[in-house]
Structure formats: structure tokens, C-alpha cells
């Protein structure tokens, strides 16, 4: 384990085997987020009847596989890390050694392509849940341009228990903040009629977009300002459910 570790009574949260099932629940996110996508392709037919237009289905299908894809980032953060969540240094000002703390640069570097990649993936599922209308697509390509290019030294960081947390840049935040408020819409347009005819309340539709929501605050929030490994892996075990529910819910139209 990581110096930091090990100078703050934290390696006992650090050891191999915990690392190791930090790292399989990150890895096994492409089994449901893979099957997810197959199955909505699968029942192309049945979803382009209750949507109206197969352009629609296909964003509904590549949309977890752009989540999947924006989680891949965080993975290979994890990798050079060690999967290990600890205090964050920034080598541009400052050295350090990884093996004593993590990179806080490549975290950065990290969290702004996450984040990009999350509101393309928002912006597809909603798009596929909502309509493709000309004002639709205007929006989403401004909120790509705009985050992508926007300025990058006005951070929302914060901290808790003294570490800094989320160094993103503020218009990416925003940005992100209006498309999923979009997206919990989505998930009620698309889910909550085929929810109230299986005698679910219509609000369960909002179930797997507050579960992800869930299992990245607290891994961005909790997970690196305790440096406790185990809340790590229950963030993680939340966007793992977060696809069940999705599948589950998806189910219901066929």
C-alpha cells in the first residue's frame, strides 16, 4: 500500500484482496452495460413501436456503452494508481513520489474526460428517450462544444475532511447538472407508462439514474476523502445495480 497509507492507519482498507474486488466490480460494469445495450437492440422492433423512430432505439443502445466507455477513464486512473484511493499531490507543483500519494494532475485530466463522455452518454439516452428534434440535437451539440471547450481554471473543488475533491471546471459541472436533470426526465417519459401498467409506481423509473447518481458521489466524495477502500466498492456495487435496475426495467416492454 501507499505510504499515505500506511503513515495514517489506513492500509488495513488497502490490502490486496480488498484492491482486487475494487477492481472486479469496476471491470464487471461491462457485462450489464454490454448486455444492456444487446438487449435493446435485440427488441429493435418492439421499442421503435412504442418510441415511434428506430434513431431513437439506436441512441437508447450505444448509450451505455458510452457510459461504459466514460468509466474506462476512471479505470485506467485506477490502474496507475494500484487501485488505490489516496491523498491526491499535483506534480506540476510540486514532486512526490506515486508510491507514497496519488497523482492529483491525472485525476484532472481524468475527471474532465469522464465527465464529457457522461453528458454524451446523458445526451444520447435522453435523445433516445424524448425525441430527436431539431432543437434537441442544437442543444446537445452546443453542450458538447461548450464543455469540451470550455475554460478550464475555475474549478468547483472542494473539500472535505481537508482533501480536495472535484476539480472540474465549472461549465463542465453546469453542463453536466442540465443534462442530467434532462436525463431523470427521460427515465420518467420512457419508463413511468410501462411501470404504471405492470402496477409499479411511476416514479421507480428514476431508480437506476439516482443509483448512478448515488455510486458517484459517494466514490468522488466519500471514497477519496476517507481514502477507505471498502466505500470504493460499494460506490461501485451502486452503478453495478444501477444497470440491473435498467435491464430490469427495460424487460417490462417485452
Do not use: C
Not at 469496476?26 to 428506430?54: A, C, K, M, N, R
Not at 432505439?57 to 458510452?66: F, H, M, R, W
Not at 430527436?132 to 458538447?144: E, H, M, N, Q, R
Not at 447518481?213 to 471498502?230: H, P, R, Y
Amino acid at each position: 500500500s501507499k505510504t499515505y497509507l500506511e503513515e495514517h492507519d489506513l492500509a488495513k482498507y488497502a490490502k490486496v484482496w480488498i484492491l482486487n474486488l475494487v477492481e472486479f466490480v469496476h471491470w464487471i460494469l461491462l457485462v450489464p452495460s454490454f448486455y444492456l445495450s444487446y438487449i435493446i437492440f435485440e427488441h429493435t422492433d418492439t421499442l421503435t413501436q412504442v418510441l415511434g423512430d428506430s434513431l431513437q432505439v439506436y441512441l437508447l443502445s450505444v448509450a451505455p456503452l458510452i457510459q461504459a466507455f466514460a468509466g474506462l477513464v476512471a479505470v485506467v486512473m485506477h490502474e496507475y494508481e494500484g487501485w488505490q484511493v489516496v491523498f491526491f499531490k499535483n506534480p506540476v507543483n510540486q514532486d512526490f513520489r506515486i508510491q507514497d500519494v496519488n497523482n492529483a494532475w491525472l485525476r484532472e485530466i481524468a475527471y474532465k474526460m469522464l465527465f464529457l463522455l457522461q453528458i454524451v452518454g446523458l445526451l444520447a439516452f435522453s435523445m433516445g428517450a424524448i425525441g430527436v428534434s431539431k432543437t434537441f440535437v442544437v442543444f446537445a451539440i452546443s453542450s458538447i462544444i461548450l464543455a469540451f471547450l470550455s475554460p478550464q481554471q475555475y474549478k468547483t473543488e472542494f473539500k472535505m475532511f481537508g482533501q480536495p475533491l472535484f476539480p472540474i471546471a465549472i461549465p463542465i459541472v453546469v453542463i453536466f447538472i442540465i443534462n442530467a436533470l434532462i436525463n431523470l426526465y427521460a427515465y420518467y417519459v420512457l419508463f413511468s407508462p410501462v411501470l404504471g401498467t405492470h402496477h409499479y409506481p411511476g416514479l421507480l423509473a428514476l431508480a437506476a439514474p439516482v443509483l448512478f447518481m448515488a455510486g458517484g458521489i459517494i466514490e468522488g466524495v466519500f471514497a477519496e476523502s476517507t481514502f477507505n477502500q471498502w466505500v470504493h466498492f460499494w460506490a461501485v456495487i451502486l452503478l453495478n445495480l444501477g444497470l440491473i435496475v435498467q435491464i430490469y426495467t427495460f424487460g417490462l416492454f417485452w
